[in-house]
């Protein structure tokens, strides 16, 4: 498949996946660390950010899955009407 919706879908799932895992990862960090109250805080938001990121970044690579589908399944209908007519 060449369309660019399959490009995008691979490269949006790598940088959700990777967005959510680091995300996760600083949430362990915080869980198993007694940081100060200050450092706390920025963690927690980086950790924020990082995980929604993630989730939008998936949502993304999800609607370009869909899209590059319904585009393949498009091109096999009109291959199957022109061999129909010939």
Not at 15 to 23: D, K, P, R, V
Not at 36 to 41: F, L, S
Not at 56 to 72: C, E, P
Request: charged content about 20%.
């Amino acid at each position: 498949m060449n369309n660019r919706h399959r490009q995008k879908y691979i490269s949006r799932l790598l940088i959700g996946f990777a967005f959510f895992s680091c995300g996760m990862l600083i949430t362990y960090y915080l869980a198993l660390t007694n940081s100060r109250p200050d450092e706390w805080y920025f963690w927690v938001f980086a950790s924020i950010v990082l995980i929604n990121g993630g989730l939008l970044f998936l949502g993304s690579a999800m609607i370009h899955k869909i899209k590059s589908d319904l585009i393949r399944k498009q091109k096999q209908k009109d291959q199957n009407k022109k061999y129909e007519f010939e």
